[in-house]
């Protein structure tokens, strides 16, 4: 799911069902869920009804194993703020684990990505940093490193958001393929910014890899952008950035 160059969704899934046969463990279940939100990012949104009956049914057995797990409890969460976009219900499962964390970076990807989604930008780039921190040295670091540059452009700290937004396009040096959420932000910060010219030239870059995107791609609330606030700031940045290219759609509110 999490490899640098095209993800092999379709692979992580039978290796997950493979695994939930042996033994139908909370994690392993919580996991599966959790690909669904790489399945959605793959669609942009196509499939988001077929997404959420299948999350629904796995978030609901990961829970009733291993109620207590807080890697599931974590990854459950994050389905619930980016499928179901219910972050109060994410935020009934994440929060009890705050005063004692457990050691991954992915509850603290799911904290931080719940905050951001709900306008707590400080409590969310804490979050950030320290799953970014902690896996500096993992090979999907560049996945963490992200969710501190989405903060960061949403909350308008736009020189910190193009800093770590050109890092996660430095860590995919000679793959095939540049994780699209980075892509996303840094051209919005990049717009925001009033540098046109980057903004521009990252957006060549996001059409390379997906040639339907438009400055209204976000339009769509089924597009994989769960929250109005983040919705909000990519859609006005992701419209200066096409401006600055000369082919944004003139039915484009912004």
Do not use: C, W
């Amino acid at each position: 799911m999490f490899r640098l160059n095209k993800p092999d969704i379709e692979g992580a899934s039978r290796a997950l069902r493979r695994a939930i046969e042996i033994e139908p463990r909370g994690p392993f279940l919580a996991f599966y869920a959790f690909q669904t939100l790489f399945r959605l990012e793959k669609s942009k949104g196509t499939d988001l009804k077929e997404l959420r009956e299948k999350a629904d049914e796995l978030v609901e057995k990961a829970l009733e194993v291993d109620p207590q797990n807080p890697i599931s409890r974590a990854l459950v969460a994050h389905v619930y703020s980016f499928i179901f976009r219910d972050f109060d219900r994410a935020d009934t499962l994440i929060r009890p684990m705050i005063s004692s964390p457990p050691d991954s970076p992915i509850f603290f990807h799911s904290f931080a990505a719940l905050r951001l989604y709900t306008g707590h930008f400080d409590e969310a780039r804490v979050a950030a940093r320290r799953a970014r921190d902690m896996a500096q040295y993992n090979p999907y670091s560049y996945a963490f490193a992200t969710t501190l540059a989405m903060v960061d452009t949403v909350d308008a700290k736009l020189d910190d958001a193009i800093r770590h937004g050109e890092r996660v396009v430095a860590m995919h040096h000679g793959t095939e393929q540049i994780y699209e959420p980075a892509l996303r932000y840094l051209a919005a910060a990049y717009g925001l910014n009033g540098q046109g010219q980057d903004a521009a030239r990252i957006v060549r870059m996001i059409q390379s890899q997906s040639p339907d995107f438009s400055a209204n791609s976000l339009n769509d609330t089924s597009y994989p952008v769960p929250s109005e606030i983040t919705r909000a700031v990519l859609r006005e940045g992701l419209g200066r950035a096409f401006d600055a290219l000369g082919t944004i759609d003139p039915n484009t509110s912004t």
